[in-house]
């Protein structure tokens, strides 16, 4: 006989997997720029390239982020635990008094992050109560040399202790 999985322990035991940490930002069909903290973030296909993330059917901007045509991965360095915090917080603008730039489908583009992928949304997948939005990545940046990843595990933000 089977147990069914508990949310809270299934949270904790996935806890336990060290994860990078990025913010996802787009600019909805209302016009308005949203973004939010993910580590639901992976590379899916190199031909063609494409990567993934979740984004939580629970957020203020779950809407505007599905309704967008593409959408920018930020992926953070140790440095940048405070970008990270500010769009893990609800609600409010959270690029007021942000220097920006704008991308591909008029997604936000933070600055100094370890590589940005800006993408064209090509499939939306419903997975209880998250969506996995698969996007083709159309451009990319990356920094070099790379700097020392945030990382987050157990809940707590962390640093894997590398030299860039």
């Known amino acids: 006989m089977m ?6 322990a299934l949270r904790n035991a ?9 913010v996802v930002t787009a ?20 031909e063609p390239p494409m990567v993934l993330i979740c984004v939580g059917k629970n957020i203020t901007s779950y809407d ?3 309704s967008a045509d593409g959408f920018a991965v930020h992926v953070l360095s140790v440095d940048q635990k405070d970008l ?3 769009f893990a ?4 603008d959270k690029f007021k008094d942000l220097v920006k730039a704008t991308g591909l489908y008029a997604a936000p583009i933070l600055s100094d992050c370890s590589a940005v992928f800006e993408c ?18 159309e451009q990319l940046t990356s920094q070099e040399p790379a ?11 962390t640093s894997i202790g590398i030299e860039a």
């Open 3 to 8: 147990t069914k999985v508990d949310g809270h």
């Open 14 to 22: 996935c806890g336990k997997f060290l994860t990078g940490v990025t």
């Open 27 to 46: 600019q909805g069909k209302d016009g308005n720029q949203v973004g939010f903290t993910a580590n639901s973030f992976s590379s899916v296909s190199l």
């Open 64 to 66: 505007q982020i599905l």
């Open 84 to 86: 990270s915090t500010h």
């Open 89 to 92: 917080k609800k609600g409010g």
């Open 120 to 137: 064209r949304t090509a499939n939306q997948i419903d997975a209880g109560d998250h969506t996995i939005l698969l996007g083709e990545v």
């Open 147 to 157: 700097k020392e990843p945030l990382g987050f595990f157990q809940g707590k933000y």
